[in-house]
């Protein structure tokens, strides 16, 4: 068949493979310039750059949320009372100074010393242990400090985790039943002393103190009744030994301790006399 070119397009039509004619590039067409190229690759990017803007202007379905986890203390009109930063670091605080304060105003110091000063008297060395008196002094503080836990849980835990109060108010609260407790206990010649030693002037009620002059006060008060219990105790036992003593010495037996001889008399005594109830039945009692 014959060669024929179109004058408009300038392409040759010949037979093809795929059908009886097909539009091929004629070798006397006009090639386009690298300017004209140019030109078609910068519209190209153009309407590409348009194209993906127009598709991340459209709305599309919104990712999920990440979950978040807030946490605001807030007062009663609205405002923040404490950061919570500083809430995390006095809890911290608390935590570290709960053992010294358990000591410090509670009847715990009482109660432990009295069971060691009975543990000398007994000659019994590390029996009870130390850790069996440490465990029945703990007990017998949450059992004599009970109606103090109660009024505090009231006047002021429960508000406060009610919403009612703020930690400030609920501090000052707490302390109150606290105070009332260490004060009944606290001798007034030692706070005399630590109000001189701080330079205070003199209070007109018990109200007035400042909480850094009850709590060594009554440390103090508790250390001398402690030790006034401890020597009551130590007497009948003092004066088994005394006994056992001058009757091994009227026997020439010089060289056997007299210890050995007396701690089973003392700790027959003591359990004839009933003395474990005796004794914690009168510290606890002391509190009451």
Same mark, same amino acid.
């Given at each position: 068949?014959?060669?024929?070119?179109?004058?408009?397009?300038?392409?040759?039509?010949?037979?093809?493979?795929?059908?009886?004619?097909?539009?091929?590039?004629?070798?006397?067409?006009?090639?386009?310039?690298?300017?004209?190229?140019?030109?078609?690759?910068?519209?190209?990017?153009?309407?590409?750059?348009?194209?993906?803007?127009?598709?991340?202007?459209?709305?599309?379905?919104?990712?999920?949320?990440?979950?978040?986890?807030?946490?605001?203390?807030?007062?009663?009109?609205?405002?923040?009372?404490?950061?919570?930063?500083?809430?995390?670091?006095?809890?911290?605080?608390?935590?570290?100074?709960?053992?010294?304060?358990?000591?410090?105003?509670?009847?715990?110091?009482?109660?432990?010393?009295?069971?060691?000063?009975?543990?000398?008297?007994?000659?019994?060395?590390?029996?009870?242990?130390?850790?069996?008196? +440490? #465990?029945?002094? %703990? *007990? /017998?503080? $949450?059992? !004599?400090?009970?109606? &103090?836990?109660?009024? @505090?849980?009231?006047?002021?835990?429960?508000?406060?985790?009610?919403?009612?109060?703020?930690?400030?108010?609920?501090?000052?609260?707490?302390?109150?039943?606290?105070?009332?407790?260490?004060?009944?206990?606290?001798?007034?010649?030692?706070?005399?002393?630590?109000?001189?030693?701080?330079?205070?002037?003199?209070?007109?009620?018990?109200?007035?103190?400042?909480?850094?002059?009850?709590?060594?006060?009554?440390?103090?008060?508790?250390?001398?009744?402690?030790?006034? +219990? #401890?020597?009551? %105790? *130590? /007497?009948? $036992?003092? !004066?088994?030994?005394? &006994?056992?003593?001058? @009757?091994?010495?009227?026997?020439?037996?010089?060289?056997?301790?007299?210890?050995?001889?007396?701690?089973?008399?003392?700790?027959?005594?003591?359990?004839?006399?009933?003395?474990?109830?005796?004794?914690?039945?009168?510290?606890?009692?002391?509190?009451?």
């Amino acid at each position: 068949m014959a060669r024929e070119t179109t004058a408009k397009t300038g392409r040759s039509i010949i037979p093809s493979e795929g059908g009886p004619f097909a539009l091929r590039p004629s070798p006397h067409a006009p090639r386009p310039t690298p300017h004209a190229l140019l030109k078609r690759v910068g519209l190209l990017a153009v309407i590409c750059l348009l194209l993906a803007s127009l598709a991340a202007a459209a709305p599309g379905p919104k990712p999920p949320s990440e979950p978040r986890i807030e946490l605001r203390i807030t007062g009663d009109k609205g405002e923040t009372s404490i950061a919570l930063p500083l809430q995390v670091l006095f809890l911290l605080t608390f935590l570290t100074l709960l053992p010294s304060l358990l000591i410090s105003v509670t009847s715990f110091t009482r109660i432990v010393i009295v069971a060691h000063f009975l543990r000398q008297a007994l000659g019994t060395q590390n029996m009870p242990s130390n850790q069996i008196l +440490i #465990g029945l002094a %703990l *007990f /017998l503080t $949450f059992f !004599v400090m009970s109606p &103090v836990g109660e009024k @505090i849980h009231t006047q002021a835990l429960r508000p406060m985790l009610d919403g009612e109060i703020d930690q400030t108010e609920a501090l000052a609260r707490a302390a109150g039943p606290l105070r009332q407790f260490m004060l009944k206990y606290t001798r007034e010649k030692d706070l005399a002393l630590f109000t001189n030693i701080a330079k205070i002037p003199r209070p007109k009620t018990t109200a007035d103190l400042p909480i850094t002059v009850v709590v060594p006060a009554f440390m103090i008060s508790e250390l001398k009744t402690a030790f006034q +219990i #401890g020597f009551v %105790l *130590f /007497l009948p $036992f003092l !004066v088994i030994d005394m &006994v056992v003593s001058a @009757i091994l010495l009227a026997m020439g037996m010089m060289q056997l301790p007299p210890i050995v001889i007396s701690t089973p008399f003392k700790i027959l005594l003591f359990i004839m006399v009933d003395g474990w109830n005796l004794v914690i039945g009168s510290v606890v009692k002391s509190f009451f």
